[in-house]
């Protein structure tokens, strides 16, 4: 059974810096051919895509968050990590980890709250 676990969320104030990571683990699981993501849902919204790592190494990102966040991917460690800088209120969420497109995986959640 495959699991992603999601750590680092927590307060931080604004202009703060937040790094969250992602571990796969399960039986011979690897997220070598996996697209890696971040998403977010903050109360009342839609779950929204954050970040996408594909399995080549290519990145996408939200335009709300471009140049504030970096996601990057280690094969070796079966992880995916999102390093969001300039914290805002607005990304006050619940963020997700997602492995796909093939067989879809999520993570359980971890709360990041930007607030003074």
């Known amino acids: 059974q495959v699991q992603l676990v999601e750590s680092g969320g927590g307060l931080v104030q604004p202009g703060g810096s937040l790094r969250l990571s992602c571990a796969a683990s399960?039986?011979?699981?690897?997220?070598?051919?996996?697209?890696m993501g971040w998403y977010r849902q903050a109360p009342g919204n839609q779950r929204e895509l954050v970040a996408v790592?594909?399995?080549?190494?290519?990145?996408n990102y939200a335009l709300s968050v471009k140049g504030r966040f970096t996601i990057s991917r280690d094969n070796a460690k079966n992880t995916v990590d999102l390093q969001m800088n300039s914290l805002k209120p607005e990304d006050t969420a619940v963020y997700y980890c997602?492995?796909?497109?093939?067989?879809?995986?999520w993570g359980q959640g971890t709360q990041v709250t930007v607030s003074s």
């Open positions: 997602y492995a796909g497109p093939f067989h879809v995986y």
């Open positions: 399960g039986s011979r699981f690897s997220i070598y051919n996996y697209n």
């Open positions: 790592i594909t399995s080549g190494g290519t990145t």
